[in-house]
């Protein structure tokens, strides 16, 4: 009888270790969806009826780590098929041109610092990066030459809000803009010096299971 007791006194606690708290366990994640360029004559889409046409899409792959429940790292590299226009004043001249980015983001978790251990976390991130750019289309204009291939340095801040499972498994929407050096576009600002891109996607992501 006392052996029994000691044995059942001697075991562990129960696991209090809440799935919802990230701290210590490594994360990936896949998203995708649609953007809108802030750039020079980028209107002229709409101006000539393809309002539509001035869309880019993307989609990214990311790997971090959660150094704390509160914050983490990730490294973030994303492919982008973008529109771009040239001077509207000799007639309309719209293009394309694909992107590689990477990016190094620092992530905070709005639920760690209030202890909340739910489904849903809203996060925001900031992060610095380069882009390369190439592959323009053959523009023929009359004034201005496309300049590439580019490299070019980047700075981005966004939001995520994310509904996680129990079993690691979560699903997200990202809100980020994005913000690139001249020449990103393959031609010379004449007004703001730097080309945005405001992104909207969605994506999935799983955290791996916690070695303790």
């Given at each position: 009888?006392?052996?029994?007791?000691?044995?059942?006194?001697?075991?562990?606690?129960?696991?209090?270790?809440?799935?919802?708290?990230?701290?210590?366990?490594?994360?990936?994640?896949?998203?995708?969806?649609?953007?809108?360029?802030?750039?020079?004559?980028?209107?002229?889409?709409?101006?000539?009826?393809?309002?539509?046409?001035?869309?880019?899409?993307?989609?990214?792959?990311?790997?971090?780590?959660?150094?704390?429940d509160a914050w983490d790292m990730r490294i973030s590299g994303s492919y982008n098929y973008n529109a771009g226009a040239l001077s509207p004043y000799q007639g309309f001249y719209p293009y394309r041109f694909h992107a590689t980015h990477l990016f190094v983001d620092a992530v905070l978790n709005f639920n760690a610092l209030g202890e909340l251990n739910i489904p849903f976390s809203p996060k925001t991130y900031a992060g610095v990066g380069a882009a390369y750019t190439f592959g323009f289309t053959d523009v023929k204009h009359p004034y201005q030459v496309l300049d590439y291939p580019n490299l070019?340095?980047?700075?981005?801040?966004?939001?995520?809000?994310?509904?996680?499972?129990?079993?690691?498994?979560?699903?997200?929407?990202?809100?980020?803009?994005?913000?690139?050096?001249?020449?990103?576009?393959?031609?010379?600002?004449?007004?703001?010096?730097?080309?945005?891109?405001?992104?909207?996607?969605?994506?999935?992501?799983?955290?791996f299971p916690l070695h303790r």
């Open positions: 009888m006392l052996l029994a007791t000691a044995s059942f006194a001697a075991r562990p606690l129960p696991d209090r270790y809440s799935p919802y708290q990230y701290g210590h366990r490594w994360y990936f994640s896949l998203q995708g969806g649609t953007a809108i360029p802030l750039a020079d004559h980028i209107s002229s889409y709409s101006a000539n009826g393809q309002p539509l046409g001035m869309l880019s899409w993307h989609g990214a792959l990311s790997f971090g780590y959660n150094f704390s070019t340095p980047a700075i981005r801040v966004g939001a995520i809000l994310e509904y996680d499972t129990p079993g690691g498994f979560g699903i997200f929407a990202d809100l980020g803009v994005e913000a690139f050096t001249d020449w990103y576009n393959g031609h010379e600002s004449d007004k703001f010096p730097l080309e945005i891109l405001f992104k909207l996607s969605l994506g999935v992501v799983y955290h």
